[in-house]
């Protein structure tokens, strides 16, 4: 059974950082691309960033180019997602996601459970 679990949202002040972590479990992901997503409250979920397999590929949202980074470790099965100079508008829950294909639109294969970020003004 595939699982996704992540762990490292919480609050944090506007001009923060925040390392979210995905931990995948029940099979080897390295041969897949892998994302962040993310979904405010009344808004639809929406695409953050990813990377392909390899590592040689990344991908971001404009608005959160330059600020957040992902990256992954394929000896720990784990993604991550470095989150910098953070807004009140990154507020969401941030969900890690197993991805189907690396074009748009992106599809997801599996999702995780999904961790809350809260940024204060």
């Known amino acids: 059974q595939v699982q996704l679990v992540e762990s490292g949202g919480g609050l944090v002040q506007a001009g923060g950082s925040l390392r979210l972590s995905c931990a995948a479990s029940g099979r080897t992901f390295s041969n897949y691309a892998m994302g962040w997503f993310r979904q405010a409250p009344g808004k639809e979920r929406e695409f953050v960033a990813g990377i392909r397999w390899g590592g040689s590929s990344t991908a971001y949202a404009d608005s959160m180019k330059g600020r957040f980074t992902i990256s992954r470790d394929y000896t720990k099965n784990t993604v991550y997602l470095q989150m910098n100079s953070l807004k009140p508008e990154d507020t969401a829950v941030y969900y890690c996601?197993?991805?189907?294909?690396?074009?748009?639109?992106?599809?997801?294969?599996?999702w995780g459970q999904g961790t809350q970020v809260t940024v204060s003004s």
């Open positions: 996601a197993v991805l189907a294909n690396w074009g748009e639109p992106r599809q997801v294969r599996y």
